[in-house]
Nanobody
Framework: QVQLVESGGGLVQAGGSLRLSCAAS????????MGWYRQAPGKQRELVAV???????NYADSVKGRFTISRDNAKNAVYLQMNSLKPEDTAVYYC??????????????WGQGTQVTVSS
């Protein structure tokens, strides 16, 4: 069984910073792409940033220059450094990863979500 556990959300003032963390545990054999998504109230879930196994990255236009995604393959972890936060960044942030288990099954896994609230 594979799990993704997130941490690091919270309340911050506009212009502030937060760092989200997500670690995979369980029968993890390898991890391909890892990413962060977010969902604001009344809106669809959207991609924030993604990082491949080779550390290539891609960002939503709305966060380019402010957010940085990184990963630690030894820890099966992905991070999202969020700087210059804006009220419109308020959302529940979800970690996502494409994981191959020791049983050689491949699945798309999601974390439980962590709330990020940016006050104006």
């Amino acid at each position: 069984q594979v799990q993704l556990v997130e941490s690091g959300g919270g309340l911050v003032q506009a212009g502030g910073s937060l760092r989200l963390s997500c670690a995979a545990s369980g029968s993890v054999f390898s991890i391909n792409a890892m990413g962060w998504y977010r969902q604001a109230p009344g809106k669809q879930r959207e991609l924030v940033a993604v990082i491949t196994s080779g550390s290539s990255t891609n960002y939503a236009d709305s966060v380019k220059g402010r957010f940085t995604i990184s990963r630690d393959n030894a820890k099966n972890a992905v991070y999202l450094q969020m700087n210059s936060l804006k009220p419109e960044d308020t959302a529940v942030y979800y970690c996502n990863a494409a994981i191959r288990s020791y049983f050689m099954t491949v699945g798309d896994y999601w974390g439980q979500g962590t709330q990020v609230t940016v006050s104006s």
